[in-house]
T-cell receptor, first 111, second 110 residues
Framework: KAGVTQTPRYLIKTRGQQVTLSCSPI?????VSWYQQTPGQGLQFLFE???????NKGNFPGRFSGRQFSNSRSEMNVSTLELGDSALYLC??????????FGPGTRLTVT | GIQVEQSPPDLILQEGANSTLRCNFS?????LQWFHQNPWGQLINLFY???GTKQNGRLSATTVATERYSLLYISSSQTTDSGVYFC????????????FGGGTRLMVKP
């Protein structure tokens, strides 16, 4: 069974731009979660989607948003990028409330 | 929210040595997972262990939920075990949200 995939793997953007990251979960998994990893803050939860509905949201500003499609693929968007948004963005999928499996991540650099 | 603390933060071992990594959490949990983060950033699942003991080769883990801690044992360490180990928990009513500890950075020297 194929694992979680994320695209793109690397991205360089300029401050003020917006970015969209994509995540395809393991087949059959309907829950998709997003996490941000930075050296200063560690791994932090962004939000979780299940059956196209956001079930949970972490403590991030409204510039961070996401959505889930009917095939369970998910996207997250960051608008008006700031230097501090440079991070590794990880997506995880799971059957509801069970073990989570992570993708390889998208490394975003904001200049 | 739930707090997760891992110790030690850094660990240097000689190849072949054994080690124990600890994860303390502040409240009851529905889910506890151990991960190994490889040099490219991917989190590799080691154990899904909200309670009890599991073993997988040279690695084993024990979670004592009533005392709010989990231990990851690495025996006969190899250089390929190097990297960062994370413990992550899902608290009661946390809705699939994992809270991560700060990690233990392990270096195994040949």
């Amino acid at each position: 069974k194929a694992g979680v995939t994320q695209t793109p793997r690397y991205l360089i953007k300029t401050r003020g731009q917006q970015v969209t990251l994509s995540c395809s979960p393991i087949s059959g998994h309907r829950s998709v979660s997003w996490y941000q990893q930075t050296p200063g803050q560690g791994l932090q939860f962004l939000f979780e989607y299940f059956s196209e509905t956001q079930r949970n949201k972490g403590n991030f500003p409204g510039r961070f948003s996401g959505r889930q499609f009917s095939n369970s693929r998910s996207e997250m968007n960051v608008s008006t990028l700031e230097l501090g948004d440079s991070a590794l963005y990880l997506c995880a999928s799971s059957l509801r409330n069970y073990e989570q499996y992570f993708g390889p991540g998208t490394r975003l650099t904001v200049t | 929210g739930i707090q997760v603390e891992q110790s030690p933060p850094d660990l240097i071992l000689q190849e072949g040595a054994n080690s124990t990594l600890r994860c303390n959490f502040s409240d009851s949990v529905n889910n506890l997972q151990w991960f190994h983060q490889n040099p490219w950033g991917q989190l590799i699942n080691l154990f899904y262990i909200p309670s009890g003991t599991k073993q997988n080769g040279r690695l084993s883990a024990t979670t004592v939920a009533t005392e709010r801690y989990s231990l990851l044992y690495i025996s006969s360490s190899q250089t390929t075990d190097s990297g960062v180990y994370f413990c992550a928990v899902e608290g009661d009513n946390a809705g699939n949200m994992l809270t991560f500890g700060g990690g233990t950075r392990l270096m195994v020297k040949p």
